[in-house]
């Protein structure tokens, strides 16, 4: 996907995906956003999100409201607003959105004097020794996750870095959680997993190219938005 693109919707560490409308043309937005949720299949049906505006090029209040109608026409329900200008927020709050950010300022603040960052310490992967099951989630904050026996349907395991499963990915796996798009899945096999999500750039089960790696070792990466598939070794 280019960066052009009208419109993305990214999985989010926090539960709830993501939309970032783009185009300052809301016939473009609509139609990206249906094209989104045809791909998407029953993992945004009826769905609730976050709306973050830090990248929409048409931030006013009319062009706020019709996309809101638009998106909820859809089916779909914005729970929180993201980087938003204090006039929009206090419309976003009148209709009992939640603010998840602090308002987008209307001044460039003055960058503070760079300082030396502290030291961070090297945290070891957090290893899984019994296989997730469904209905577990679990989070690997700043580091690599490693599940040994494999991660079953309706289980979802989280990671900051990178997620090594040794068995049947079969449920949800998220690398790069905050944003690393050099995170990467590994899977000793891969049993058609609910969702994969590398730095919120996610593909489901009925993905096409999932089902032809199913049952196979892959190696899942990043390039440009697009999520890649690669055989591993053994």
Known sequence: MSSAAPLRIKADRFLFPVIFPVSADM????????????????????????????????????????????????GLHIIGLR???????????????TLLHAARQAEPEVAPEPQAAAPVPVQGALVLEQPVRSGQQVYARGRDLVALQGVNIGAEVLADGNIFVYGRLAGRALAGAVGDAGARIFATQLALPQLISIAGNFMLSDHPLV????????????????????????
């Open 27 to 74: 016939a473009a937005l609509r139609d990206a956003l249906r094209e989104k949720l045809a791909m998407a299949g029953d993992f945004l049906r009826s769905a609730s999100l976050v709306l973050d505006l830090g990248e929409w090029q048409s931030v006013n209040a009319q062009s706020f409201a019709t996309l809101l109608q638009f998106i909820e026409a859809e």
């Open 83 to 97: 980087n938003a200008p204090e006039t929009l927020a206090a419309r976003a709050r009148a209709q009992g959105i």
């Open 211 to 234: 089902g032809q790696h199913e049952g196979k070792s892959v190696s899942i990466r990043l390039q440009s938005e697009d999520l890649v598939f690669e055989p591993l070794g053994y």
